[in-house]
């Protein structure tokens, strides 16, 4: 809790650190329970067979987005200035 | 023939309006303008009228089919949203601008011909950047100058496409285009530079967060989408359009990802989102052209949600950099709440309206067998759910409490946002009635089934997965990101600087060479002609000689003689005699 602050500190359920602990694994299982339907019913594919494998789409979907923070990270470095770039 | 009343001229007529009523008079008229539209584009027949002659061509302001009759409406609900959040505005400027561009952009959709388009496409260009100055800070000042500048060109692109194809077929006829020589593509580059089409986009991501709170939220939805439309009109099917589109979908998630302030994430994807639309032009079929039309819908709706709920963050903060922000939902909870149904709505989550609309367009590329435009545009999906769908509603309204404590935002900028999601929900859980308004016939597409619906959420779900496992890495850094902007900021600069050194280097230079060192010179020897001339003569015959024993002597002698004003002539008479010898021997030669 910040001290400093006058107004009347605002203590929600977010703040308790079990309480993200909950979600977590909430999370989880969230992420267990659309996969596991994959391996009991029978997939269709657009371009190849692969797309029938249970949980493409979410090994599609993680993949996709490291490759993306990865490669925005990356290209961070050449494209990231400091605010005031365009006024010096 | 006049069949019925032209919407725009409730806009125009509404923009005149208020600047003779009071307050609660505008509040109620800026309300009542974009209902009474909506009315009326319901009721409009299908057919061509207002028609009117300029430069001996017949033109027609107001071409009703089902194509513009869907973003009529879209653009009209829109309105009507737009203006209720911002119904606390007591200046009559920003209506004014807001008004005449809203009215602009549906004069560009209903315009029957080349003509026409083209002189709406320059009023939504000019009353927009008011929407931009309105800030009034000196950043918003470049921005709009910016803005306009790019607009302008983009303008004056189409303008000589327009032009030319006029001189090339006779006619003004705005159908749809096959892509070759100069005049289409012209017309094509001036409806990209609208669409923020690499490379001409940062104008987008450079002046939208700039703009006022609620300008901002008026422009997301007219600008890009009048460029949706003419291009789903003009070029549909048009191969190159898959390419801009996939590079815009991906151009759109990577910026987005790397900014800091979260009107300019939500600027970039538009840019994202936009992408998805023109692939689907590209790809052509009814079902892609369709797709793009209710992605169109759908868009602009979770869009100015989103850029609702940044608009109160920023009105009630002043702040909108994401690492300023953060926490703000201990205190905005219903502003968070309307956010976060516009971030999953963008995301294309199920049951909510994006999930109805953007899968179209890649069912559509899927049934012509594009692997690539597949493969790019799901890559896209799972990122825009990374950088609109978590990162907005995250950095903004959870992560690190900055201790700001804001409260919710007035009563009707909530009204504005619950109507909004309100809309997100029901197109995402009922799409019927925006499928049946859809103009490249009938919709034959099935969202819910079992196995789409899982896909999805695997997709969404497990980009979460990666935004939360990667979470250092999308740290929030106080930068900016170079975009194509850089050329024109920093090229700009650079010309004014080169500029700067050739022209005044060379203005310095004639001005010490003809202002200062030849006329003293010419002073100095015009002071005393025959004296000078004398002792030049001298030094010339010591140095042919080689002597220069005799040469202090004879210059005392010459200044003696000078001074005593010993010569049978005076001084000018001497010089009238050289200039005749000089004359004559050119004269001679």
Known sequence: MDSENKKPEVWTWFDHPQNIKRLKIGFYIVLALLVIPDFFMHKHSLFSSVEAWPGFYAFFGFVACVVIILVSKLLGFALKEREDYYDR | MIASLHPILLFFAGALLLWVLPLRGRQALILLVPAAAFATITQLPHGTFYGYELFGFDLTLLRVDKLSKAFGYIFTINAFACFLFALHLKNRYEHTAALAYIGAALGAVFAGDLISLYLFWEVMAITSTFLVLARKTQRAYGA??????????????????????????????????????????????????????????????????????????????????????????????????????????????????????????????????????????????????????????????????????????????????????????????????????????????????????????????????????????????AGVFLHAGIKFPYFVFFAKDNGLRPGEPPKHMLVAMAFLSFVCIFIGVYPQPLYDILPFGAVDYHAYTFEHTLNQFQLLMFSALAFFMLLPLLKRTETISIDTDWFYRKGGKLFYFGCDKIFNGINDFAARVFGQTVPSQLTRFFSDPSRNVQKYLVQMAAEATGDDSQVKRRNKEIDHRTKAQAYPIGGGVFLAVIFLAIMSILYFI
């Open chain 2, 144 to 381: 709009a100058f910016r803005y306009v500048m790019v607009h302008i060109f983009g303008g004056l692109c189409l303008l000589a496409g327009i032009l030319l194809q006029v001189n090339a077929t006779g006619s003004v006829a705005f159908d749809g285009f096959s892509l070759e020589g100069l005049p289409t593509y012209l017309i094509l580059i001036g409806f990209l530079v609208n669409a923020a089409a690499p490379p001409m986009n940062a104008w987008l991501s450079d002046a939208y967060p700039e703009a006022t709170v609620t300008g901002g939220v008026i422009m997301t939805a007219y600008t890009t989408k009048t460029a949706v439309y003419t291009l789903i009109r003009g070029f549909a099917g048009c191969e190159i359009l898959m390419f801009v589109g996939c590079t815009m979908a991906v151009y759109g998630i990577i910026w987005a990802i790397l900014e800091n302030d979260m009107r300019r994430i939500l600027a970039y994807s538009i840019m994202n989102q936009v992408g998805f639309m023109i692939c689907g032009i590209g790809i052509g079929t009814a079902m892609a052209l369709n797709g793009a039309v209710s992605h169109a819908f759908a868009h602009i709706i979770y869009k100015a949600l989103l850029w609702m709920s940044a608009g109160a963050v920023l009105y009630l903060t002043g702040k909108s950099k994401c690492t300023d922000l953060g926490g703000l939902y201990k205190t905005m909870p219903l502003t968070m709440i309307f956010g976060t149904i516009g971030a999953l709505a963008i995301s294309s989550f199920p049951f909510l309206s994006g999930y109805t609309t953007k899968p179209m367009i890649i069912y559509a590329g899927v049934n012509e067998g594009l692997f690539w435009v597949w493969l790019i545009l799901e890559i896209a999906s």
